[in-house]
T-cell receptor, first 114, second 114 residues
């Protein structure tokens, strides 16, 4: 199985930068996704990493270190609308039956305050 | 721009009743998934399908059945509902398992079992 850890909650100030960490343990790493989920809504795709390094997409960036089993999501110039849960999800090629199962962390609830 | 559509959005059942949750996608995706999301837990995979006419068990399949008679539809059935199945159910679809193809989620079905 897999073990994915994220902080449960974080609070940050509007206009600031926040980093949300995700650590994982897996035997057949095959990619890591970040999703955003506003309360009562569907998760929506933010970013994907499969190689080490930083992927930048506007105000959001995601970093991966496969050797450390570590990723982070960096949100810049925080806005009130960024208040949401952020889900880290790891794909494992060894999840059984030759499939590539996506396993989600419990999510980090980010509150952006004025 | 429908994407993934789930019906119903809300439902209350009594213990022992049965029901079917419907999921439809208009993106011509091969892969479809059913997840449940509970407080303090990550999204957990119930069943998935890699194409029309196929289904497979995920992490928490007990008490659920699925069918994929048409490529665009994926049905989740509860034969005899139990209070432990009170949850928010999300359907998702993707173009493929591998690569950078994300899963696209529906808005969820909030199910309460009394």
């Amino acid at each position: 199985g897999q073990n994915i850890d994220q902080p449960t909650e974080m609070t940050a100030t509007e206009g600031a930068i926040v980093q949300i960490n995700c650590t994982y343990q897996t035997s057949g790493f095959n990619g890591l996704f970040w999703y955003q989920q506003h309360a009562g809504e569907a998760p929506t795709f933010l970013s994907y990493n499969v190689l080490d390094g930083l992927e930048e997409k506007g105000r959001f960036s995601s970093f991966l270190s496969r050797s450390k089993g570590y990723s982070y999501l960096l949100l810049k110039e925080l806005q009130m609308k960024d208040s949401a849960s952020y889900l880290c999800a790891v794909r494992d090629r060894n999840s059984g039956a030759g499939s590539y199962q996506l396993t989600f962390g419990k999510g980090t609830k980010l509150s952006v305050i004025p | 721009n429908a994407g993934v559509t789930q019906t119903p959005k809300f439902r209350v059942l009594k213990t022992g009743q049965s029901m079917t949750l419907l999921c439809a996608q208009d993106m011509n995706h091969e892969y479809m998934y059913w997840y449940r999301q509970d407080p303090g837990m990550g999204l957990r995979l119930i069943h998935y399908s890699v194409g029309e006419g196929t289904t497979a068990k995920g992490e928490v399949p007990d008490g659920y059945n699925v069918s994929r008679l048409k490529k665009q539809n994926f049905l989740l059935g509860l034969e005899s509902a139990a209070p432990s199945q009170t949850s928010v159910y999300f359907c998702a679809s993707s173009y493929s398992f591998g690569g950078n193809q994300p899963q696209h989620f529906g808005d969820g079905t909030r199910l309460s079992i009394l």
